[in-house]
């Protein structure tokens, strides 16, 4: 299901959709990867509630929209967890701040209370960026 671009409502169509129940699925897989698909299956048991079918249906799913990779029953990710969650701020931004990200720091730290310690990190990413460099 990738396509490019962005489409009307501002979701990023070039990165696969990750629905929630999905999101906390994959944050067992990221950490466990690679993982057998039968591990996988006991650990949704144990941390979400899920049954064996639920699981494995996950698996296929993400495996058809290109977010995961089932190979012979050996589970690995396609989509790291950086990527997805730099996707779901993008399209928050984008659909809940008209794609303004001063509006959504403005909006966060309004009603997130941030440490000395916090503010120093942001001001040097802030400071590495305006130097050309990544965050």
Not at 23 to 47: G, N, S
Not at 71 to 99: H, M, R, Y
Not at 103 to 131: C, G, N, P, Y
Request: aromatic residues 6%; negative net charge; glycine residues 6%.
């Amino acid at each position: 299901m990738k396509s490019n671009g962005v489409d009307r409502e501002g979701v990023n169509m070039d990165f696969p959709k990750i629905h929630e129940s999905e999101y906390r699925f994959c944050l067992i897989m990221w950490e466990h990867e690679p993982v057998t698909a039968v591990e996988l299956v006991k650990l949704c048991q144990d941390q979400l509630g899920w049954k064996r079918t639920t699981t494995y249906t996950v698996i296929k799913r993400l495996g058809e929209r290109g977010v995961l990779k089932n190979d012979n029953g050996t589970v690995t990710s396609l989509v790291s967890k950086d990527e997805a969650q730099a996707c779901e701020i993008d399209e928050l931004v984008e659909k809940k701040f008209e794609g303004s990200l001063p509006a959504f720091i403005a909006a966060f730290t309004k009603h997130q209370a941030m440490s000395e310690d916090e503010l120093d990190e942001v001001q040097r990413m802030i400071d590495r960026i305006r130097k050309g460099g990544s965050q």
